[in-house]
């Protein structure tokens, strides 16, 4: 059984006042077919220029990305990314934004119409479809631009701190929705989070990166069944945590 989705000696740079700035230096990464994997390190690491490479919004240096054995450096819309803001159009309902991916793909509208009602009601939005951003809570917004992302048709999602702006009781909220519509979906998910009890929470595995320029300095394996009131828990924790301060 191949990886779904693999980067290969990934290195991107920035120009920063004339200079060659290193982001990411050899990134190696597997991703399995129905996996949940959580990214999480220090501030600058690189864990969002990682995210935009794998989703064809910028080009690394040098290296690969390959999707089912196939190279996709470079191509967008070949993966669902959800960016830490909703990005939500105010002028459009939840439902037209929800067809942003397919008018944009210029597929056809009529059954993408049927497909945004059908998992609007999966998602909880069957009241707010003909509803405005404006009109919406930060809970309902994350929602609306999940639906949005889903609407790509990637069963395999990118996400980038879609919580981070939330307050602590929709964030926890939205950790539980987001466990039980990508088990639901059979969905195959890499977030990217500062928060490690929400990458404890919601993840098969946790890559952990060191400071720029990023690398991979420890991948954790989370048994399926980890209680959050556990002492094993608290070890994982503690890993996490003295991983990102000695590195």
């Known amino acids: 059984m191949n990886p779904k989705l693999r980067s290969v000696q990934l290195r991107k740079s920035f120009l920063l006042?004339?200079?060659?700035?290193?982001?990411?230096?050899?990134?190696d990464f597997e991703l399995w077919e129905g996996e949940f994997v959580s990214i999480v390190g220090p501030s600058g690491c690189g864990k969002s220029t990682f995210l935009e490479l794998l989703a064809g919004i910028c080009k690394p240096d040098s290296g690969d990305i390959l999707l089912d054995g196939l190279s996709i450096l470079g191509k967008s819309g070949l993966l669902g990314y959800m960016p830490?803001?909703?990005?939500?159009?105010?002028?459009?309902?939840?439902?037209e934004n929800a067809l942003l991916p397919i008018r944009m793909k210029n597929?056809?509208?009529?059954?993408?119409?049927?497909?945004?009602?059908?998992l609007g009601h999966s998602?909880?939005?069957?009241?707010?479809?003909?509803?405005?951003?404006?009109?919406?809570?930060?809970?309902?917004k994350q929602r609306a631009a999940f639906l949005r992302t889903c609407m790509t048709g990637s069963p395999l999602l990118l996400l980038d701190e879609p919580f981070?702006?939330?307050?602590?009781?929709?964030?926890?909220?939205?950790?539980?929705?987001?466990?039980?519509?990508?088990?639901?979906?059979?969905?195959?998910?890499?977030?990217v989070t500062h928060d490690i009890e929400e990458a404890l929470k919601l993840?098969?595995?946790?890559?952990?990166?060191?400071?720029?320029?990023?690398?991979?300095?420890?991948?954790?394996?989370?048994?399926?069944?980890?209680?959050?009131?556990t002492d094993l828990h608290e070890e994982y924790k503690q890993n996490i945590l003295k991983s990102l301060i000695q590195y």
């Open 203 to 229: 993840s098969d595995r946790i890559l952990i990166m060191s400071s720029a320029p990023g690398k991979i300095i420890q991948i954790l394996k989370l048994p399926s069944d980890l209680d959050l009131n």
């Open 84 to 95: 830490q803001d909703d990005l939500l159009l105010p002028w459009l309902k939840v439902w």
């Open 164 to 191: 981070a702006n939330l307050d602590a009781l929709t964030r926890i909220t939205m950790q539980d929705w987001l466990k039980m519509i990508t088990q639901k979906l059979g969905l195959t998910i890499i977030l």
């Open 107 to 118: 597929l056809p509208i009529k059954d993408a119409k049927q497909k945004a009602r059908s």
């Open 123 to 140: 998602f909880g939005l069957e009241k707010h479809l003909d509803h405005y951003p404006w009109q919406l809570s930060g809970g309902l």
């Open 17 to 27: 006042r004339n200079s060659k700035v290193l982001i990411l230096d050899n990134l």
